[in-house]
């Protein structure tokens, strides 16, 4: 919900949040003599109530009520295709590292890197998505990144570049780039 500071549903989902946990608190600090004492008994369990239903609203309600101009004619769960190809360039297929680092430089073609999320989707806007052996280890916005090594055991390892939509999901088919690497006996 939080991410990237939040597109504006999100935004709008944490401010409907932020406003119950208000209303909730005002509320209970009400019933239980601790403020607020101009305000009826009655009002005060009425607004930790709200409060409540607020809160469950704003985390649960899906993004297309507070998206009115969404597009209607994509069914769930289809994703947009893309335009580009990514490629790594570094680290080699094979090569040895030693120290606590490798270098990874890729080569984005056909695409554009975007510094924010977003639900508008595009073919050619992404993030870069960075695993290692099966393990997220960065959402980057550059082509270039050092991946930290530590508390890896020596031998063969594989790093796997993704290009993926605004919104962090997959391209169908997917954008995805391969690489193995190994570390050697003093890493």
Do not use: C
Request: aromatic share 4%; charged share 15%; glycine share 12%.
């Amino acid at each position: 919900m939080l991410a990237h500071g939040g597109t504006p549903d999100e935004q709008v989902a944490t401010i409907t949040v932020v406003a119950g946990l208000w209303l909730g608190w005002a509320g209970v600090t009400r019933i239980r003599s601790k403020g607020f004492p101009r305000l009826p008994l009655g009002g005060a369990w009425s607004l930790a109530v709200v409060g409540v239903v607020v809160v469950i609203a704003g985390l649960t309600l899906p993004r297309q009520f507070m998206r009115p101009n969404a597009p209607a004619t994509i069914p769930s769960g289809a994703r947009p295709s893309s335009t580009a190809a990514l490629a790594i360039q570094r680290p080699t297929p094979g090569l040895e590292v030693s120290g606590d680092q490798v270098e990874v430089v890729l080569r984005l073609d056909g695409g554009h890197i975007v510094d924010s999320a977003s639900t508008t989707l595009t073919p050619d806007t992404g993030h870069i998505h960075l695993s290692l052996d099966g393990k997220l280890v960065s959402m980057t916005y550059g082509l270039v990144q050092l991946v930290d090594l530590h508390g890896l055991s020596p031998g063969e390892h594989t790093l796997k570049a993704e290009f993926v939509a605004a919104d962090h999901g997959p391209f169908d088919p997917r954008v995805v780039a391969h690489a193995t690497f190994t570390i050697g006996g003093g890493a």
